[in-house]
């Protein structure tokens, strides 16, 4: 059974940080692209960044600069560090795996409000 538990999420000042992981469980965690997405009220899903299998990374322009993403093939977990975050940040952040299917967790809530 494949489990994707992300945590990290919470309530952070304009300007602040936050780091999300996502634990991975019941896959091959190395041959997977790892992505993180965003979903705000009222919106649709959009996609943040990824990592793929072999570490190179893609970013939306929107968080370029800003958020940094990882992984941990050990620890089967990836990780999203979140910098110089801004209100338009606000939203549940979903981690995703995918290769041959596609899995996601249950998402984490990110809430940026001074």
């Known amino acids: 059974q494949v489990q994707l538990v992300e945590s990290g999420g919470g309530l952070v000042q304009p300007g602040g940080s936050l780091r999300l992981s996502c634990a991975a469980s019941g896959i091959t965690f190395s041959a997977y692209a790892m992505g993180w997405y965003r979903q705000a009220p009222g919106k649709q899903r959009e996609f943040v960044a990824t990592?793929?299998?072999?570490?190179?990374?893609d970013y939306a322009d929107s968080v370029k600069g800003r958020f940094t993403v990882s992984r941990d093939n050990t620890k089967n977990t990836a990780y999203l560090q979140m910098n110089s975050l801004k209100p338009e940040d606000t939203a549940v952040y979903y981690c995703?795996?995918?290769?041959?299917?596609?899995?996601w967790g249950q998402g984490t809530q990110v809430t940026v409000s001074s």
């Open positions: 990592i793929f299998s072999r570490g190179t990374t």
């Open positions: 995703n795996a995918d290769r041959f299917s596609s899995y």
